[in-house]
């Protein structure tokens, strides 16, 4: 016999709060393009700046190189160098910083 799942019956808490400041155009826009989704000003703000904040957390983690780059990445790694002093002072350097 398989159980049943509960869902939460509770909302979300939202206890932490920002604020912001538009010009009287930038509201009126905003208002327009909710009602237009048939949504809250407060809805359509948060849903779009959680659209927003995703995209530029996923931009930043996305490394984009150019052909040129590319090309200059593949052949640093096809032809290593053998570790020099200068490079085993810099590793040790951040393992001391980092606490590795």
Same mark, same amino acid.
């Given at each position: 016999?398989?159980? +049943?799942?509960?869902?939460?019956?509770?909302?979300?808490?939202?206890?932490?709060?920002?604020? &912001?400041?538009?010009?009287?155009?930038?509201?009126?826009?905003?208002?327009?393009?909710?009602?237009?989704?048939?949504? &809250?000003?407060?809805?359509?703000?948060?849903?779009?700046?959680?659209?927003? +904040?995703?995209?530029?957390?996923?931009?930043?983690?996305?490394?984009? =190189?150019?052909?040129?780059? #590319?090309?200059?990445?593949?052949?640093?790694?096809? #032809? =290593?160098?053998?570790?020099?002093?200068?490079?085993?002072?810099?590793?040790?350097?951040?393992?001391?910083?980092?606490?590795?």
């Amino acid at each position: 016999m398989t159980e +049943a799942v509960l869902k939460p019956t509770r909302k979300r808490v939202r206890g932490e709060r920002l604020e &912001t400041r538009v010009t009287a155009e930038q509201k009126t826009l905003i208002e327009r393009a909710a009602a237009l989704q048939g949504r &809250t000003v407060t809805d359509f703000v948060l849903t779009s700046v959680q659209d927003a +904040a995703r995209r530029a957390i996923e931009e930043h983690s996305q490394l984009t =190189l150019s052909v040129r780059d #590319s090309e200059a990445f593949v052949e640093a790694l096809l #032809s =290593l160098k053998p570790v020099n002093d200068r490079l085993r002072g810099t590793v040790r350097r951040y393992r001391e910083r980092a606490g590795v």
